[in-house]
């Protein structure tokens, strides 16, 4: 994971819904190649900050009132939500949204839709969807609201990597789903970041997201609480107590602190 080129740059960005203000001056990158994720709780503006990237704050009341979205060097927050998908950009929004009374191949033709490339490009990308998730290819002709919540997931990932982007915006992708479908979808964005897609990822699962991020940003209440390398932040005592489960901590006699954490602190102790 990681590279060496820059992709995102967001510079001092501030949202507004109306007169509420949604984020204040949040800066961060996102290196060409690499998994970013943005952490927080509900109300943070995690979901605001993939809709200013994706230029798609418009449809849902909100305006971007300063500061700056640059991709690849040009800037894109000037541009309308199909040129940021052509300039490779492309968001898998939270709670799936898929077109259910769409069979699944319409779903990922649609998902091509604008995006640059000839036939032959297309047919590499839903090559690489239906090597992705192979229940796609077999379900091709089934109803999209017919699909389990986790193949909707991954349906809603296949539709937006029909456009082959350069950066892939996740939204709650493990939102609702059930520990081990979560799990393959894990396993699923480490495969598309192999491949050399970059990835800028919010999720509330604060364990999966650090096991698959390089760096990490914790937003609170629409401003950047702490950044850094997702090494440093999970032994950060804050982040381990708010987001990775800790229940309690009590001094040693030598004088070093141990954590009593949640199982799932204590598998990220053993990949870490």
């Given at each position: ?8 740059e ?44 994706s230029?798609?704050l418009?449809f ?6 300063s ?11 000037g541009l309308a939500?199909?040129?940021v998908?052509?300039?490779?950009v492309?968001?898998?929004p939270?709670?799936?949204?898929v077109?259910a ?9 649609a ?5 640059p490339g ?7 990308a839903l ?7 192979p ?25 937006a990597?029909?456009?082959?982007p ?10 609702g ?12 964005i ?5 491949q050399?897609t ?15 991020a ?7 209440v ?5 950044s ?7 032994a ?5 107590r ?13 004088g070093s ?5 949640h199982?799932v602190?204590?598998r990220w102790?053993?990949?870490?």
């Amino acid at each position: 994971m990681g590279g060496t080129g820059l992709a995102l740059e967001v510079t001092d960005l501030s949202v507004g819904y109306g007169p509420v203000r949604a984020l204040r001056q949040v800066s961060l990158t996102v290196p060409e190649g690499a998994v970013v994720t943005v952490l927080g709780g509900n109300g943070a503006g995690k979901s605001t900050l993939l809709r200013a990237v994706s230029r798609t704050l418009s449809f849902h009341g909100g305006a971007v009132t300063s500061g700056s979205v640059t991709f690849g060097g040009r800037p894109i927050d000037g541009l309308a939500p199909d040129r940021v998908v052509a300039a490779g950009v492309s968001q898998v929004p939270e709670g799936r949204q898929v077109f259910a009374r769409m069979t699944v191949e319409d779903n990922l033709r649609a998902g091509a839709l604008g995006a640059p490339g000839d036939r032959r490009a297309k047919a590499s990308a839903l090559r690489r969807v239906h090597g992705l998730f192979p229940v796609l290819a077999d379900r091709s002709h089934q109803r999209a609201g017919l699909l389990s919540g986790g193949e909707q997931q991954m349906l809603a990932v296949g539709r937006a990597l029909m456009a082959s982007p350069k950066l892939l915006l996740l939204d709650e992708p493990s939102l609702g789903l059930a520990p081990l479908m979560a799990a393959r979808i894990a396993d699923t964005i480490r495969e598309i970041n192999s491949q050399g897609t970059a990835v800028l990822l919010v999720e509330q699962n604060a364990a999966l997201a650090l096991r698959l991020a390089d760096r990490a940003y914790v937003l609170e209440v629409g401003e950047v609480a702490l950044s850094g390398p997702v090494a440093e932040l999970a032994a950060s005592d804050e982040v381990r107590r708010r987001y990775l489960g800790v229940v309690d901590e009590d001094q040693d006699t030598d004088g070093s602190y141990a954590a009593v954490a949640h199982p799932v602190l204590t598998r990220w102790e053993e990949i870490r």
